[in-house]
Structures are given as C-alpha cells and as structure tokens.
Nanobody
Framework: QVQLVESGGGLAQAGGSLRLSCAAS????????MGWYRQAPGKQRELVAGITSGGSTNYADSVKGRFTISRDNAKNTMYLQMNSLKPEDTAVYYC?????????????????WGQGTQVTVSS
C-alpha cells in the first residue's frame, strides 16, 4: 500500500522553528511534484510550498523567506523547514505527492495525501 506519512509537527513559540518530514512508502516507481499544504480552522486548504522532481521550488507569498522546502529522492522524503514562525502559521499541514506506482498489471499515476500533522504557534 502506497502512503505518505508526515512527522515533525508540534508546538512552537512565535519566532521559533519546526521541521516537517514526509516519507513516501510502498510500491513506488517514481515521485513527480511534491508539496506542502495547510489548513487552518475555518479556512480552505492552501499551498504552502511545492517542489518538482528536479528541485525547482515555489512558495506562497506568506512564507517566502521563512520556509524552505527540500526533498531527498533517494529516501522518497520531503522536508519543510519552518523558521520565524508566526501564530498565523498555525494549521494542519499536509504533504501531497504526484506518484507513479506499480499496479497489479500496469503502472498507475495518482495524487496522494498524507494524514496531516498539527503545527501550533503560540504568541
């Protein structure tokens, strides 16, 4: 079974740092674009940062200069280094990946989501 598992969330003070990880496992052929999304209470899920298989990145304006997305293709793992955290960064953070996986007969391509990890920033 293919899955994405996030870790590293928790409680931080404003100005502090946290590092999120997202590990992909299962019968994976390849991983294309990956990304971090977040959803605060009462708000829609939004893209925080994305990264292509080649390492090109993009960020939401609200996190530019504070967050850094990276990936280790050999480990099928993506990271989000979050610095200078603000209370408005409080949300459930989800990882997302566009993956090609082994099917019973053919390869399949689909978008996968992790279960989410809570990040809470206190003022």
């Amino acid at each position: 079974q293919v899955q994405l598992v996030e870790s590293g969330g928790g409680l931080a003070q404003a100005g502090g740092s946290l590092r999120l990880s997202c590990a992909a496992s299962g019968r994976i052929v390849s991983i294309n674009a990956m990304g971090w999304y977040r959803q605060a209470p009462g708000k829609q899920r939004e893209l925080v940062a994305g990264i292509t298989s080649g390492g090109s990145t993009n960020y939401a304006d609200s996190v530019k200069g504070r967050f850094t997305i990276s990936r280790d293709n050999a480990k099928n793992t993506m990271y989000l280094q979050m610095n200078s955290l603000k209370p408005e960064d409080t949300a459930v953070y989800y990882c997302n990946a566009d993956m090609v996986t082994y099917g019973s007969v053919l390869r399949n391509r689909a978008e996968y989501w992790g279960q989410g990890t809570q990040v809470t920033v206190s003022s």
